[in-house]
């Protein structure tokens, strides 16, 4: 059973728009949510996160919006540039009272093509 | 430079041999993790570290083993590959302090025949 979902395989946006990446999840024990970034024969970079107590995070051009009611959230890019085409994965964990967290669970990841 | 390396890069191997990928950091980094990459299935984690002697499992730990004897290095052992175990592997490594902005490797590509 798959905890975090991204629906959509993948995603095509013109330069200069918004670009709205969709992430699901089911385990509502899951309080800190991330998204990383992938190109082609490198590995996964953080890009940005949030915590449960929040519902936005903005960081430049990325923001990451948050809904813990509908178990939803988020990555909204703008304006979209051709350095972001990439793989996005979302991911979430569990953090422990006590410092530290739970591994990382990630979606299968939205193909971003940023078309000019 | 701070940074994951991951060697081999890329390995064709046969069913059965066993091989080992290595996985250092030069953060300090208390906790370390594999994942593998597979189409359509994203990245699953295989096993993490949160510290020296410390290991446990991921999603997918079946076929696999891994030792934390040293802070640096976490490597990842194939006892027995079979060729579903064909995969893009990632290690990666965090601070105890903010353990989801985890740092990855370059990857390595693996092919059992």
């Known amino acids: 059973d798959q905890q975090v979902k991204q629906n959509s395989p993948s995603l095509s946006v013109q330069e200069g728009r918004i670009s709205i990446l969709n992430c699901d999840y089911t385990n509502s024990m899951f309080d800190y949510f991330l998204w990383y970034k992938k190109y082609p024969a490198e590995g996964p970079t953080f890009l940005i996160s949030?915590?449960?107590?929040?519902d936005k995070n903005e960081d430049g051009r990325f923001t990451v919006f948050l809904n813990k009611s509908a178990k939803h959230l988020s990555l909204h890019i703008v304006p979209s540039q051709p350095g972001d085409s990439a793989v996005y994965f979302c991911a979430a964990s569990i953090m422990y009272s006590g410092g530290g967290a739970d591994g990382l669970t990630f979606g299968k990841g939205t193909h971003l093509i940023i078309q000019p | 430079e701070a940074q994951v390396t991951q060697n081999p890069r890329y390995l064709i191997t046969v069913t059965g041999k066993k091989l080992t990928v290595t996985c250092s950091q030069n953060?300090?980094?208390?906790?370390m993790s594999w994942y593998r990459q597979d189409p359509g299935l994203g990245l699953r984690q295989i096993y993490y570290s949160m510290n020296v002697e410390v290991t446990d499992k991921g999603d997918v730990p079946e076929g696999y083993k891994v030792s934390r004897k040293e802070k640096r290095n976490f490597p990842l052992i194939l006892e027995s590959p079979s060729p579903n175990q064909t995969s893009l592997y990632f290690c990666a490594s965090s601070a105890t302090g903010s353990p989801f902005q985890q740092y990855f490797g370059p990857g390595t590509r693996l092919t059992v025949t």
């Open positions: 949030i915590s449960s107590i929040k």
């Open positions: 953060m300090n980094h208390e906790y």
